[in-house]
């Protein structure tokens, strides 16, 4: 995956996009949490959510490319995927 200084194509994006198995955060899958898991057992949060994280960073970080979104935005963002990044690495 690429690093957040570089730049992703549409098609490295979709691509990512395209091979996530997305039947693992539905209900039955191996990520997938509800809020009454997470308050009875809150160490089982981490490893669902950093794999949700994966499957969405190519995403967050295209956003924060797109020049006519707001600075503000851009910057929460930025903020997200480095807290994410440093969490889940």
Not at 8 to 16: A, M, P, S, V
Not at 59 to 74: M, R
């Amino acid at each position: 995956m690429a690093t957040a200084t570089a730049a992703l194509t549409f098609e490295e994006i979709d691509q990512h996009i395209r091979s996530v198995d997305l039947s693992a955060f539905q209900i039955g899958g191996r990520h997938h949490l509800t809020a009454d898991g997470v308050r009875a057992n809150p160490s089982i949060a981490l490893p669902a959510v950093c794999p949700s994280y994966h499957a969405i960073r190519p995403i967050l970080l295209a956003l924060e490319a797109i020049p006519f979104i707001p600075k503000d935005w851009k910057s929460t963002v930025k903020a997200f995927t480095g807290v994410m990044d440093a969490v889940c690495p």
